[in-house]
């Protein structure tokens, strides 16, 4: 059974840093394309960064140059660690795994087959 947990969401003032878990079972980070996503109230979900089976990442939009993406195989978990946070980056975060090995390019929530539940996160000024 493929199961996601994030952890690691809280609050923390704005040009802070928090960093994010996700741990995976059921399956193997290491030979799956995975993701971050995030949701803020009233929004659509927009992916953030992904990483893919080869550790190759890609970081889109507002993240690009504070948010970085990696892994660890031998603990099967995905990371995210985010610097300089800002208000606009409260949002519920969650983790996703691809059925493929690699990244297709799109940042398309259906590209990802399997979620975790999400961690809150929230950045005050």
């Known amino acids: 059974q493929v199961q996601l947990v994030e952890s690691g969401g809280g609050s923390v003032q704005a040009g802070g840093s928090l960093t994010l878990s996700c741990a995976a079972s059921?399956?193997?980070?290491?030979?799956?394309?995975m993701g971050w996503f995030r949701q803020a109230p009233g929004k659509e979900r927009e992916g953030l960064a992904v990483?893919?089976?080869?550790?190759?990442?890609a970081v889109v939009g507002s993240a690009k140059g504070r948010f970085t993406i990696s892994k660890d195989n031998a603990k099967n978990t995905l990371y995210l660690q985010m610097d300089s946070l800002k208000p606009e980056d409260t949002a519920m975060y969650y983790c996703?795994?691809?059925?493929?090995?690699?990244?297709?390019?799109?940042?398309?929530?259906?590209?990802?087959?399997?979620w975790g539940q999400g961690t809150q996160v929230t950045v005050s000024s």
């Open positions: 996703a795994a691809a059925v493929r090995d690699f990244c297709s390019g799109s940042w398309s929530s259906l590209y990802y087959s399997y």
């Open positions: 990483i893919d089976s080869d550790g190759r990442t």
């Open positions: 059921g399956f193997s980070v290491a030979t799956h394309c």
